[in-house]
């Protein structure tokens, strides 16, 4: 194992009782936050607005040797280990009560290389953290739809982002990670070095150490042809998007999306509430060539709005900026290869009879890059699979039933769920642990718990989705 340059040999004996985390707290050069800390409680706060919970404590790390220091500390007092980087977990994993919290949201250091295209990042970084700082040198990486996501869960899982179709996947880009394993030993995963955990961690999720910075090939993309295309919902529109989208050149992604339209400026006053299909476009060729591509979509109603024009690329977020406010959510999420005429129709009926009027139904055409890469290459391997199918019920005010909003997506999800063929490991719900199984194949599933065994046998790095180690 390569071992970082100046390692703390200090190994926390378990002899002595108790956990004493003044000697932890010595040992870090960020924080250590416990429950009486003036900062505890706006810590603890994740995404999702109805997740409460006191973990134990907080390591707040301020590089590699603190997050080694809180992982061996874990280790050596048989402490739950939960790990947070942007805190967007959808299995709200990255919080957990009397749990240690692997804290790497003040990790968010962004080095761009004009030079060699790369990227270094911290996993505390969000996609927007790193869109700005790239797009300074004309570069981008495609990473998720919401700025405010981090890259540690991100990646890990895969990472479907705005430009999916013609540069793959986040983790389709990643040269290399530094990664701190389950004994605390700092090592680089690369195609080179420790490869088999390079290969696991582009989708495993967080099952195999906790990554302290990652390395992007980044695409010379400046301005993108982007924005909504607002339609009105039927069985009609929605066939016809899914048609073309899966067709479509590379360099046109989409992400389709049934929602009522929302009070915004560029929502005529009559239509607002109305059931559309807002199709958030990213294309990355010439401005000519994407007018053409999107032509078919614009010819499949009078859009009720359409905001698509040349942007700077970091400008796709503000698409999403609705999506970076706190909220509580429900979902149930799957790949398809077909989506029959009765799901469509029954998606439309229940996105009219929604218990918010911020749930949504969406759709994500898939192929194109991300298909080139076969499904051996990399831990995510639904490579094949031509289309994104997530139920997300959505609320803000914290106070509101929560059950109300699970039932309706556990509804639409009953009458849908057989057109789906696997799951995207970052969208499974607290409640699907079972669905790992549809997160990978089994030969990926064998493999990946046979790493399992050789990187954390003890199975330290549990609150992830999590595949235990092959016995
Ligand atoms: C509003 C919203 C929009 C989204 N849009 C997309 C999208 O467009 N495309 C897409 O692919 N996904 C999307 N996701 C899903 C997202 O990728 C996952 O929820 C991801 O886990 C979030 O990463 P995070 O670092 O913010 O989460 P956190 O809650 O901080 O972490 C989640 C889990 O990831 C693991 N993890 C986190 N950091 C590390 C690390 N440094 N090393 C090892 N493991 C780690 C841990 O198991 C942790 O429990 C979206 C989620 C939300 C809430």
Redesign the pocket.
């Known amino acids: 194992m390569v071992i970082s340059p100046q390692p703390r040999p200090f190994t926390y004996s378990v002899a002595s009782a108790g956990a004493p985390f003044e000697a932890l707290r010595s040992r870090l050069a960020g924080e250590l936050i416990t429950a009486d800390d003036d900062q505890y409680d706006a810590l603890r706060q ?3 607005i109805t997740v409460d919970r006191r973990p134990l404590a907080l390591v707040r790390a301020a590089d590699e040797q603190d ?1 080694a220091e809180a992982v061996r500390f874990a280790r050596d007092y048989g402490q739950p280990l ?14 957990i009560d009397d749990a240690i919290v ?1 804290d ?2 003040a990790m968010k250091r962004v080095n761009i290389n004009p030079a060699t295209r790369t990227a270094q990042v911290q ?2 970084a ?2 927007g953290n790193l869109a700005g700082p790239a797009h300074e040198f004309g570069l981008a990486l495609s ?4 700025s ?15 430009m999916a179709r013609k540069y793959g ?2 983790i389709d880009n990643l040269l290399s990670a530094r ?1 701190v394993t389950a004994e605390g030993d700092i090592v680089t995963a690369s195609a080179s070095e420790h490869p088999d955990l390079f290969w696991a ?1 582009r989708g495993g ?8 910075e990652f390395q992007y090939r980044l695409a010379p993309v400046s301005q993108v042809l982007g924005g909504e295309l607002m339609l009105p919902a039927s069985r009609d529109v929605i066939r016809g998007y899914l048609d073309y989208t899966a067709s479509a050149p590379d360099d046109l992604t989409t ?1 389709a999306t049934l929602m009522h339209a929302p009070p915004a400026p560029h929502v005529p006053r009559e239509r607002v509430g109305e059931l559309v299909l807002s199709i958030l476009v990213c294309w990355t060729g010439s401005a000519e060539d994407g007018e053409r591509a999107l032509a078919p979509l614009r010819a499949l109603a009078t859009p009720v709005a359409d905001t698509v024009s040349p942007i700077p690329y970091p400008r796709i977020y503000s698409f ?1 900026a609705h ?2 406010v706190r ?1 509580g ?1 429900s979902i149930r999420s799957m790949f398809a290869d077909e989506l029959s005429d009765a799901t469509l129709d029954v998606a439309l009926e229940e996105m009219q009879r929604s218990t918010s009027p911020y749930s949504i139904v969406q759709f ?1 055409g898939l192929g194109g890059a991300m298909r080139r890469v076969t499904s051996e290459e990399t831990a995510f391997a639904h490579r094949e699979r031509r289309y994104f199918v997530a139920i997300i019920a959505v609320w803000l005010d914290p106070a509101e039933d929560a059950t109300v909003h699970q039932a309706w997506t556990r509804s639409l999800w009953r009458q849908i769920h057989h057109d789906g063929s696997g799951v ?1 490991v ?2 499974l719900e607290e409640d699907e642990k079972e669905r790992i199984l549809d997160a990978y194949p089994a030969a990926t599933f064998a493999r990946l718990a046979e790493i399992k065994r050789r990187y954390d046998r003890r199975n330290l ?1 549990t ?3 999590n595949i235990r180690p092959q016995s």
Request: without cysteine.
């Open positions: 994740v995404q999702e997050v939960a790990v947070r980087s942007g805190g967007h977990s959808l299995a709200r994993l990255s919080m692997v790497l949201s996993p505390g969000t996609s990473t998720g739809d919401t405010t996501v981090g890259m540690g869960g991100l990646t890990t899982g895969g990472g479907i982002g705005f996947l986040a990664v961690i999720g967080g099952n195999f150490g906790i990554v302290t992400i999403t999506q970076e909220h959510w994500r995207y970052n969208f790095f609150f992830n989705q």
